[in-house]
């Protein structure tokens, strides 16, 4: 790969071909519809036929009026006897269209439609096909804002079939997009490049992409629709896990990877020094990233573990390994509170083994800033611990051996890859508290190697969780109260305010208030959220560990990483409003001793989703099952901020229910790529060009 130049890399995957047409030349576009469909991200033709339905509706069976019943969505044939125009009171435009079957009448209303007038009056005795909610009142039977369709005499029964309806915008309409698209695909059907080899589809039994892309759009029936999309989702998750599979490969033989000396007394002497003792699953993992680090090949390792699984010990073995060998690490933390939290932990854990420790972030001063990046140049402070603070160009290192990114989730592909770039091909250790399922771990971390810390240090209870009604609070609040009178602190975590960090915060800071003048007067409740200064959280958060506050109320700027152990309770207010493993991060927070520990969620859950949400909760305190049905009720687009970090850009494939199919698609990957690792045989040629086309960015930035 790296014979090409970056105009090369530019220039691959340029088409000129009609899939290359401007979207407003489409015809039925025009200049106003192609601003409509901008709005989608459409801009050519090519990008409209791949605009995929979101469902269907089978329109195949037609009902009688008289066998209308209220609530029913169906569809309808009928001759059209009449129209009436009038205007509400609030200057609302009205129509009214009338269709008759033979066995009753059919009410069709429509808004602000006022055209339909001219086109109804036109058809006036034609039958017409409609579909929509029916509405049965004593004034008769009625459709308000119908699709409909006229009925070509010669092929009666062709508006009634299996429909696709797609994802709009406002001003756009199902029937004006569905005759857009098939525009569309009269342009550019003919023209669309077969990409998979002849043998892979025999091999799958995949049907031809201008089959395929057909039926997605106009399906004949349901078995064609599902061989349609088979076809196209398979292609999806090929693509992706090509880019995968020569990511790692470029990443482990374009260049050669550091080998680390391996001291065999190692692991006698790091236990040796260490206040505990590590859990079997510790010491397996431990070899397995020693291992990567001894070899040739540059390590690229996710390390998984349930919130408390101890997995910063795991990484301290990591980083002792490279300094011991005389070279740099950094360890990247997605928000100042973790990366402070983890600066406090290793100095104290490093300082028997002379490993000088530094914290970089953003709310520093200057100068200090300026200290540690002179540290780091010439080579004195051994490990740097900080936010997107160590990606500035400024920073700079000496000797880079070993890039630690916690929480992968919340940065973006090429964030890691920028620190990463600061050494020469130094081993990455990819940590994550939040269990992926494997699925999505295929998805988004296919070009990793997986290590799973399995097992929790002994003594760790269970957290026992409880979903209690607004009605109860007061009880709740008693029995927060005994805890603390017992000797335990406790978090009550303030509702989450849309994504919004300043209205969080006022929201915090208006529950710290009411909790410390009315509920717990006399108790010590302090307060913590991401809108305060780095000296202020570091203040708040060590008088919390000290046991000078009973009572944190915090956003959810603590659900990683803080580590508070005599903290055993946790009151989540309105916790319908967070998602599955948000929650079970958050308590972990309090699951870091030997003692009982309870979180409460509070909140009247309105919806059924936030009920079942809640439930699982209740039940289960396993990370994994709680990451898989999160995955199942959010989707895959949303899950982990997977959508921002620039991977997971699938149009049709879904990774949970279409993980069979990604399973075929990696192992055919990555054996094309061990076959072919650059695709430069003659038969590769299109699926070479495709892949640059939609991945060239994550694919250079690798090997640049």
């Not at 505990?276 to 070899?295: H, K, N, P, Y």
């Amino acid at each position: 790969m790296s014979s090409q130049t970056p105009a090369d890399r530019e220039g691959i995957g340029k088409r000129t071909s009609p899939l290359d047409t401007p979207i407003q030349y489409v015809k039925g576009v025009g200049p106003q519809g192609a601003l409509l469909l901008g709005k989608l991200d459409i801009q050519t033709a090519g990008d409209l036929i791949l605009h995929f339905p979101m469902r269907y509706e089978d329109r195949r069976e037609q009902r009688k009026i008289a066998a209308l019943r209220d609530g029913e969505k169906v569809t309808v044939c009928g001759r059209l006897i009449g129209c009436e125009a009038t205007r509400t009171k609030n200057g609302r435009f009205l129509l009214k269209a009338f269709i008759e079957d033979g066995t009753g009448t059919l009410e069709l209303v429509f808004f602000n439609q006022w055209f339909l007038k001219k086109t109804f009056a036109k058809l006036h005795g034609r039958w017409i096909n409609v579909y929509g909610t029916v509405e049965v009142s004593p004034w008769g039977v009625r459709m308000a804002s119908p699709e409909w369709s006229e009925m070509d005499e010669d092929d009666p029964a062709g508006s009634a079939r299996i429909t696709p309806v797609y994802p709009l915008t406002e001003g756009l309409y199902q029937k004006r997009l569905r005759d857009i698209i098939k525009n569309a695909l009269a342009l550019c059907l003919d023209h669309l490049p077969e990409l998979l080899p002849a043998d892979l589809r025999a091999r799958h039994h995949l049907i031809g992409i201008r089959e395929a892309m057909w039926n997605i759009h106009h399906p004949e029936d349901s078995g064609k629709l599902d061989l349609a999309r088979r076809r196209l989702v398979f292609e999806e998750f090929l693509f992706l896990q090509l880019a995968l599979a020569m990511r790692k490969h470029a990443l482990q033989d374009e260049k050669p990877g550091i080998t680390f000396p391996l001291d065999p007394d190692f692991m006698e002497r790091f236990e040796s020094a260490l206040p505990f003792q590590l859990t079997a699953a510790q010491r397996r993992v431990i070899e397995e990233i020693r291992a990567d680090m001894g070899s040739p090949r540059a390590m690229n390792r996710l390390l998984q573990g349930d919130v408390g699984a101890g997995k910063t010990v795991v990484a301290m073995a990591a980083i002792l390994t490279a300094t011991d060998g005389g070279y740099q690490a950094a360890l990247m933390a997605p928000t100042e509170i973790l990366a402070e939290q983890h600066y406090l932990t290793l100095s104290s854990m490093l300082e028997p083994f002379g490993v000088e420790v530094q914290l970089l972030v953003g709310s520093m001063k200057q100068k200090g800033k300026q200290l540690v990046r002179e540290r780091l140049a010439d080579g004195r402070c051994q490990l740097v611990v900080g936010t997107h603070a160590l990606i500035q160009e400024s920073v700079t290192f000496k000797r880079l051996g070993l890039v630690i990114i916690d929480e992968q989730h919340r940065f973006g592909v090429l964030q890691r890859l920028e620190l990463v770039q600061k050494g020469l091909n130094p081993d990455v250790l990819v940590m994550s508290a939040t269990p992926i399922p494997r699925t999505l771990a295929l998805t988004v971390y296919g070009d990793l190697d997986v290590s799973v810390i399995d097992e929790l240090p002994p003594g760790r209870k269970p957290v026992r969780t409880f979903w209690k009604r607004e009605k109860e609070r007061q009880a709740v609040y008693r029995g927060i109260d005994r805890l603390i009178a017992q000797g335990r602190q406790a978090y009550v975590v303030c509702p989450l305010v849309e994504e919004n960090e300043r209205a969080s915060a006022m929201a915090a800071e208006e529950l710290y208030g009411r909790l410390q003048g009315e509920v717990f007067p006399n108790r010590r409740v302090g307060l913590l959220h991401g809108q305060m200064g780095a000296y202020d959280k570091q203040d708040v958060m060590e008088r919390f560990r000290a046991g000078e506050i009973d009572i944190l109320v915090a956003t959810t700027v603590i659900e990683v990483g803080v580590d508070v152990p005599n903290a055993t309770v946790m009151l989540v207010e309105n916790a319908d409003r967070f998602g599955l493993s948000t929650l079970h991060q958050l308590r972990g927070r309090i699951r870091r001793s030997d003692q009982a520990a309870y979180c409460v969620l509070l909140c009247d859950a309105s919806t059924e989703e936030a009920r079942r949400r809640l439930q699982i909760l209740v039940e289960s305190d396993d990370g994994f099952r709680i990451a898989d049905e999160d995955l199942r009720m959010r989707g895959p687009g949303e899950f982990y901020g997977t959508r921002q970090s620039g991977i997971l850009k699938l149009r049709l494939a879904d990774v949970v229910t279409d993980a069979r199919l990604l399973d075929l698609a990696r192992r055919e990957a990555f054996s094309l790529v061990k076959a072919d690792p650059e695709l430069s045989h003659p038969e590769h040629a299109l699926l070479r060009e495709e892949l640059h086309r939609r991945y060239h960015r994550l694919l250079w930035a690798t090997v640049s």
